[in-house]
């Protein structure tokens, strides 16, 4: 059973910096997705960003600039590095893959797997 597993989340002050990581065990598909979602108390759920397995990205508007992600496939290991962060940013990060999946539909891909979340709150 694939399992995903998140850390890194905490407090920071506005402005400042946090790493996410998110280990993947027994996931071994050749193409997929994955992607950092991330859902503020009372607010729908967003992607926030999207790798496929062979590097292509892609990031929501809000974030562009400021966050990066990126794969290790040796470790199996998705990061997000976030830099300038901001209060309305507070929320549940989640790091999520797909089943088998081409680089090109990665934009409109199903998200089978799932992390628990890790928990990161800017203050002003």
């Known amino acids: 059973q694939v399992q995903l597993q998140e850390s890194g989340g905490g407090s920071v002050q506005a402005g400042g910096s946090l790493t996410l990581s998110c280990t993947a065990s027994?996931?071994?598909?050749?193409?997929?997705?994955m992607s950092w979602f991330r859902q503020a108390p009372g607010k729908e759920r967003e992607r926030v960003a999207t790798?496929?397995?062979?590097?292509?990205?892609t990031y929501a508007d809000s974030v562009k600039g400021r966050f990066t992600i990126s794969l290790d496939n040796a470790k199996n290991t998705l990061t997000l590095q976030m830099d300038s962060l901001q209060p309305e940013e507070t929320a549940m990060y989640y790091c999520?893959?797909?089943?088998?999946?081409?680089?090109?539909?990665?934009?409109?891909?199903?998200?089978?797997?799932w992390g628990q979340g890790t928990q990161v709150t800017v203050s002003s």
């Open positions: 027994r996931y071994s598909y050749d193409r997929y997705c």
């Open positions: 790798i496929s397995n062979s590097g292509t990205t």
């Open positions: 999520a893959a797909t089943r088998q999946w081409f680089a090109y539909a990665c934009p409109s891909a199903d998200f089978d797997y």
